[in-house]
């Protein structure tokens, strides 16, 4: 697997996407995923420059987690993890096998 440039955001999505699933409701689901995050960091940048607030990355993390599983129970009615096992092992919740991820540092 080769890396891209973290300053180029086309082609981390295009790689996240690429590596991940090559099943089209998987593809949209974690591009649905890629976009939280991208959603939640540029939160969190906000409100260090403006707001002069900072939460740490591992709180940054559990507001992942509970996104994407409030999402999960709201628009997937077949979906029966709960916040234990989304918290333990979400790529097996979503029938994912194996998954590559590329993380932008903050």
Not at 55 to 63: D, F, H
Not at 71 to 99: E, H, M
């Amino acid at each position: 697997m080769s890396g891209v440039d973290a300053e180029n955001i086309r082609e981390h999505f295009q790689q996240f996407i690429h590596y991940s699933s090559h099943s089209k409701s998987r593809r949209s689901f974690l591009q649905l995923l890629w976009l939280l995050c991208v959603w939640l960091v540029w939160n969190e940048r906000n409100n260090r420059l403006f707001n002069n607030t900072e939460i740490p990355i591992e709180q940054l993390l559990e507001k992942f987690k509970y996104h994407t599983l409030w999402w999960l129970k709201a628009n997937k009615t077949t979906f029966v993890y709960g916040s234990q096992s989304w918290w333990s092992n979400p790529l097996y919740c979503l029938g994912i096998d194996r998954c590559y991820f590329v993380i932008i540092p903050l």
